[in-house]
């Protein structure tokens, strides 16, 4: 081989190195912001899965052998007003009803859930950490039993004068009465205690 060919040889070898190391530079920004975004569990919402990742939740289910034997979910980002398969974490629901679209079976149904944000005045299917509630109604929208009704609560933000059917943490009550709001009997008789919020 001549010095010339061989030197020919020695730029192209130098060329190409430097393409990888210019590469792999590009790369770094993105491979360190991927644990990141799997974290925030960004950019799946709509989309179909074989597993639901954290901070998703799903409203449709179905069989798929591109799963084996495991469910194909379309993944949804929770957000207020949406019907989920599930309930989550952070959000409370005022409406449950059976649908097909959670079930796997043909011809079946499961629970659905219209998943709301906490916040005051909210009529809630369950109670809500953070939040008191000052009332306490029996509506169908909180029962999966066709002609029954359940509980639902209108959660308050606690405050200094309030009155509320519990006495969250970090507060005291400076007076009670007697009221049907917070009772969970179904009788205009039925009587519980309400308290008047003062923060400790």
């Known amino acids: 081989?001549?010095?010339?060919?061989?030197?020919?040889?020695?730029?192209s070898a130098r060329a190409a190195a430097g393409a990888v190391l210019a590469a792999a530079a590009a790369l770094l920004p993105v491979l360190a912001g991927a644990p990141e975004a799997a974290a925030s569990a960004t950019g799946l919402d709509n989309t179909w899965s074989c597993s639901v990742p954290s901070g998703y939740v799903y409203d449709q289910i179905t069989a798929s052998s591109a799963c084996g034997t495991r469910p194909l979910y379309h993944l949804r980002t929770p957000v207020d007003g949406l019907v989920s398969c599930v309930t989550r974490t952070g959000f409370v629901y005022d409406t449950t009803a059976m649908s097909t679209n959670c079930s796997m079976a043909p011809g079946s149904s499961s629970a659905s859930y219209r998943l709301r944000v906490p916040g005051d005045l909210v009529t809630s299917c369950v109670t809500a950490s953070g939040?008191?509630?000052?009332?306490?109604?029996?509506?169908?929208?909180?029962?999966?039993?066709p002609g029954t009704t359940r509980p639902a609560y209108r959660l308050r933000t606690p405050a200094d004068g309030l009155w509320a059917c519990s006495v969250p943490a970090g507060w005291s009550s400076y007076a009670t009465v007697q009221s049907h709001d917070c009772s969970a009997g179904t009788r205009p008789t039925d009587m519980a205690t309400m308290y008047r919020l003062k923060a400790v």
């Open 131 to 145: 939040f008191v509630h000052d009332l306490v109604t029996y509506l169908p929208q909180c029962s999966l039993a």
């Open 1 to 11: 081989m001549t010095a010339s060919r061989f030197a020919a040889r020695v730029r």
